[in-house]
């Protein structure tokens, strides 16, 4: 592989770790991996996702990101995804992710899928105001 930049090396390093890092078959990733030793990192990364994607439509599962501005327990943690299939369509399996996000004020912001559910103090006070 010729790698013209430092950025275009780091790139190729990225590329690489991303793809070892998805949950794809054996076959899958040595042929993504022989498209990054041709220095098409231009397909690799949209055929990882795009496969990452058709694996996960087939297992019915969604993605699901809890932002909180700081770090919530372990028992703050049960509770949202004990409340969260409620909000996911039926049958759907939940793939939970918590991360602290200190722009996150009062509450937390929920990304399920394509549907985003603010259940910030922010939200709150515009939905008072709007009253």
Do not use: H
Request: glycine content about 6%; proline content about 2%; some cysteine.
């Amino acid at each position: 592989v010729i790698v013209v930049s430092p950025d275009g090396m780091k790139d190729w390093v990225a590329a690489r770790k991303a793809f070892a890092d998805l949950k794809l078959p054996a076959s899958v990733k040595a042929s993504l991996d022989e498209l990054c030793s041709m220095g098409r990192l231009d397909l690799v990364r949209r055929v990882a996702e795009v496969t990452n994607d058709m694996i996960v439509a087939e297992s019915n599962t969604v993605d699901v990101t809890v932002s909180s501005a700081v770090e919530l327990s372990a028992a703050q943690k049960a509770a949202v995804q004990k409340a969260l299939p409620q909000y996911a369509d039926k049958g759907q399996n939940l793939n939970v992710k918590f991360e602290v996000d200190q722009d996150t004020l009062g509450g937390l912001m929920v990304t399920l899928g394509n549907k985003s559910i603010d259940l910030t103090a922010g939200a709150r006070l515009m939905e008072a105001m709007q009253e």
